[in-house]
């Protein structure tokens, strides 16, 4: 699709309405976008908003067709295997973090760069297939300089069994919506219950 104005407008109101937390109307008004305008996107948005109500399905099949064409987009691997870990579907999961680390692992490559390193790391831990050790895990980013990695370490740290119950969760900063929701529901599956007070 092409980026016009009336797209960004659509856009607009779809994060002006899920700023007001409607997200039942944000997510309408960015799938009727992503209907008329074919900008895929807004498709995206649209399955943020799916996991932000809680409709993990829903999430999981936009997720699946948007990333046929944007296979490096690594936090949308991420939220697929949440959405997979939410819906039971452990098979499913894991062959979603496989995929994530293959695409991490290619990045990472290309950019050598911590936060690659830890989503790469993070999805070998989730599908079962990380063969290095706790410490090699906290040597990454070892300042937690960058919220995400921070997060990242951390939760692949905790399904190592290396972190205790009750340590507080960075919260891992995004400028997108759904970011501070997500982190919740996925601290929830690590930890088997509410998340720990985060730190900021």
């Known amino acids: 699709g092409i980026y016009t104005p009336d797209l960004v407008r659509s856009i607009s109101r779809g994060w002006c309405l899920a700023a007001e937390d409607k ?25 943020e908003m799916s996991f932000a109500r809680g409709n993990y399905g829903q999430c999981a099949d936009d997720l699946t067709s948007w990333l ?19 819906l039971g579907q452990a098979g499913e999961r894991r062959e979603s973090a496989r995929q994530g680390a293959r695409y991490a692992g290619e990045l ?7 936060l690659l390193r830890l989503f790469r790391i ?18 990454i980013d070892a300042r937690q300089s960058d919220t995400i990695s921070a997060y990242l370490q951390a939760i ?11 340590d507080p969760y960075p919260v891992p900063h995004n400028p997108i919506f759904w970011m501070n929701r997500f982190y919740r529901t996925e601290v929830e599956l690590v930890s088997g219950g509410a998340p720990a007070a985060a730190r900021p």
């Open 23 to 47: 997200l039942d109307e944000a997510e309408g008004e960015f799938r009727q976008a992503h209907d008329r305008y074919r900008y895929y996107l807004v498709l995206l948005a649209a399955a």
């Open 68 to 86: 046929q064409t944007n296979p490096y987009s690594l936090e949308s691997h991420w939220m697929l295997g949440v959405c997979r870990a939410r």
């Open 108 to 114: 990472e490559k290309r950019y050598h760069s911590d």
């Open 122 to 139: 993070y999805f070998q831990v989730q599908a079962g297939d990380y063969r290095g050790t706790p410490e090699e895990i906290r040597r």
């Open 156 to 166: 692949a740290l905790a399904r190592l069994g290396e972190r205790r119950p009750g």
